[in-house]
Antibody
């Protein structure tokens, strides 16, 4: 069955960076885009960007341009989301999710807390 | 950027009754719209894509409709497990700049 398993919770200080992983299984890794969506506490969903594991193409939301990098490791069917220059407003649950346009499978989420 | 506006922010409905949730796009997204359900403390779940196609395993009481800028999610005969927050999402933009609505909280009346 399709699964997206994310890395565990992280705590960072302002100005630091964080790298969250998302390991895919149960389907052909290179056949589906992986997106990252975040949700601040008590807030709605916000799309951050997408990577095509088959071509390495990426597209980032304007709000994150220059701060986010999405990469992949085909040998382990894993996608990574790297966010730098963290600030307190980046405290959120970060989800990876699958598919080209709408998101049919979601990871369990990774809580990133930014606090001094 | 396409802005998605959901209404109402909160909807109170009794179990067994019908709920109607609305989503409006700031410009046409054709039928490139999805709906998600998120229960408290859980991951969002895909309900509807293509504005009206139910995702795998979604009960028939969930119905999506609309195109262009106006969309509706109807839940007939509400069950206790349906009380949650619902989000719409457009995926019309390319290169992608997908946006979500702010959500509608469906609560028990």
């Amino acid at each position: 069955q399709v699964q997206l398993v994310q890395s565990g919770a992280e705590v960072r200080k302002p100005g630091a960076s964080v790298k969250v992983s998302c390991k895919a299984s149960g389907y052909t890794f290179t056949s589906y885009h992986i997106h990252w969506v975040r949700q601040a506490p008590g807030q709605g969903l916000e799309w951050m960007g997408v990577i095509n594991p088959g071509t390495l193409n990426t597209k980032y939301a304007q709000n994150y341009q220059g701060r986010v990098t999405m990469t992949k490791d085909t040998s382990t069917d894993t996608v990574y989301m790297d966010l730098n220059s963290l600030r307190s407003e980046d405290t959120a649950m970060y989800y990876c999710c699958r598919n080209k346009h709408y998101f049919d499978y979601w990871g369990q989420g990774t809580l990133v807390t930014v606090s001094s | 950027e396409i802005v998605m506006t959901q209404s109402p922010a909160t909807l109170s409905v009794s179990p067994g009754e019908r709920a109607t949730l609305s989503c409006r796009a700031s410009q046409s997204v054709s039928s490139n719209l999805a709906w998600y359900q998120q229960k408290s403390g859980q991951t969002p779940r895909l309900l509807i894509y293509g504005a009206s196609t139910r995702a795998t395993g979604i009960p028939a009481r969930f119905t999506g409709s609309g195109s262009g800028t106006e969309f509706t999610l109807t839940i007939s005969s509400l069950q206790s497990e349906d009380f949650a927050v619902y989000y719409c999402q457009q995926y019309n933009d390319w290169p992608p700049a997908y946006t979500f609505g702010q959500g509608t909280k469906l609560e028990i009346k």
